[in-house]
């Protein structure tokens, strides 16, 4: 593990680096990871990647390199943006690129560790997402770590041709499961 900041059973996040926008720039392109990102917009590269994670400010944007403990392989990034520390709270983000790494729990992982970090650490009241009506395995993710559907924006995305719902989610740092 190198620069391992939050370290779990199957997993570490460590800070996104400059040096992970090869991998970032391929997830972002590819159409299935895409299509449940608010990142949905036309074609990314790596200098863009590049230059968003050269800007990044840990103070009101941390992003995190998801890793794996076994192999140390970069399977996707997690965040926590937005954070306002009058007011208690951030919005959480999350992209595991790798599909071949999909379904074996490593989002909910990294997800459960980062609301632990934000409330324990960081002294957040409250974590705030969107997430995709079509994207179940996500929802289900969520559900998991006990975030709550708090809102819809009804026909907010066009997605596969389709209009989809936007649902907002909410975690109290009580309503963290265990």
Same mark, same amino acid.
């Given at each position: 593990?190198?620069?391992?900041?939050?370290?779990?059973?199957?997993?570490?996040?460590? /800070?996104?680096?400059?040096?992970?926008? /090869?991998?970032?720039?391929?997830?972002?392109?590819? /159409?299935?990871?895409?299509?449940?990102?608010?990142?949905?917009?036309? /074609?990314?590269?790596?200098?863009?990647?590049?230059?968003?994670?050269? +800007?990044?400010?840990?103070?009101?944007?941390? $992003?995190?390199?998801?890793?794996?403990?076994?192999?140390?392989?970069?399977? +996707?990034?997690?965040?926590?943006?937005?954070?306002?520390?009058?007011?208690?709270?951030?919005?959480?983000?999350?992209?595991?690129?790798?599909?071949?790494?999909?379904?074996?729990?490593?989002?909910? $992982?990294?997800?459960?560790?980062?609301?632990?970090?934000?409330? $324990?650490? =960081?002294?957040?009241?409250?974590?705030?997402?969107?997430?995709?009506?079509?994207?179940?395995? +996500? =929802?289900?993710?969520?559900?998991?770590?006990?975030?709550?559907?708090? +809102?819809?924006?009804?026909?907010?995305?066009?997605?596969?041709?389709?209009?989809?719902? $936007?649902?907002?989610?909410?975690?109290?740092?009580?309503?963290?499961?265990?």
């Amino acid at each position: 593990m190198q620069n391992a900041f939050l370290v779990g059973t199957k997993l570490y996040l460590r /800070p996104l680096v400059e040096a992970d926008a /090869p991998a970032c720039w391929a997830w972002v392109n590819d /159409p299935d990871v895409r299509r449940t990102l608010a990142l949905r917009e036309g /074609p990314n590269t790596e200098e863009l990647t590049r230059a968003w994670i050269r +800007g990044l400010d840990f103070r009101r944007n941390m $992003e995190f390199a998801i890793l794996t403990r076994d192999g140390d392989r970069h399977v +996707g990034n997690c965040g926590l943006n937005g954070l306002n520390h009058v007011d208690r709270h951030a919005a959480l983000g999350i992209v595991i690129g790798r599909k071949d790494h999909w379904g074996h729990g490593l989002g909910t $992982e990294a997800v459960t560790l980062l609301c632990r970090y934000a409330f $324990e650490q =960081l002294n957040l009241h409250k974590i705030c997402l969107s997430c995709y009506a079509i994207n179940e395995r +996500g =929802l289900r993710l969520y559900a998991r770590v006990g975030f709550k559907v708090e +809102g819809r924006r009804r026909e907010q995305v066009f997605i596969d041709g389709r209009w989809v719902d $936007e649902l907002l989610l909410g975690l109290l740092r009580e309503e963290l499961a265990a």
